[in-house]
């Protein structure tokens, strides 16, 4: 076993905590109008309709937090030796899944909801807006799935090699 990979994998574990620690805090200041000393955290809406940005947003940070605790828990398997285990590669599988409904949600929740806030509110206007960033999230998700099936093709040549020894 590598104690590189294994020690890489507990700093980049504590990394991601801090990350979510700092998201959360840097949220829920920016949401309720929080402020630390002399710095002030902005919550901006880009959409027209106030509710349907708060929506999209708590959905968004939900998606990722969740997302970014299933990299943990495979970052924590890898950090006690498990390189190419069925887990490992589940969690990542699962932490790809995450980022793929984050990237469909981010691409697709702001037209619906704009769309049940025009029918709710009688206006007839309707945008439909393509992020590019939202799309490299959706390639860059696709690519990990990608990297898992390779994980699993690893994990096969592993056990192959154990059979030869």
């Known amino acids: 076993m590598d104690q590189g990979i294994t020690k ?10 801090a990350t979510i620690a700092v998201m959360l805090v840097l949220y829920v200041a920016a949401r309720f109008d929080l402020q ?3 710095a002030h955290i902005e919550y901006r809406l880009h959409e ?9 947003g708590i959905g968004t940070v939900s998606l990722l937090l969740v ?5 943990t828990q495979m970052l924590r398997l890898i950090q006690t030796g498990e390189l190419f285990s069925v887990e490992v590669i589940r969690r990542f599988r699962s932490f790809a899944w995450w980022l793929l409904l ?4 981010g691409l697709v929740a702001p037209t619906l909801l704009a769309f049940f806030n025009v029918a709710a509110t ?6 439909f807006v393509l992020d590019f960033r939202q799309l490299l999230t959706l390639g860059i998700t ?3 799935f990608l990297l898992a099936r390779l994980l699993e093709r690893a994990r096969e040549i592993e056990a192959e090699m154990r059979e030869i020894v």
């Open 122 to 127: 009688g206006s007839h206007q309707l945008a």
């Open 8 to 17: 890489a994998a507990a700093r980049l574990r504590w990394g991601v905590f």
């Open 48 to 56: 027209d309709s106030p509710g349907v940005g708060r929506m999209v």
């Open 67 to 71: 997302a970014l605790l299933r990299l």
């Open 36 to 38: 630390f000393g002399g």
């Open 102 to 105: 984050l990237a469909l949600f």
């Open 142 to 144: 696709v690519l990990l």
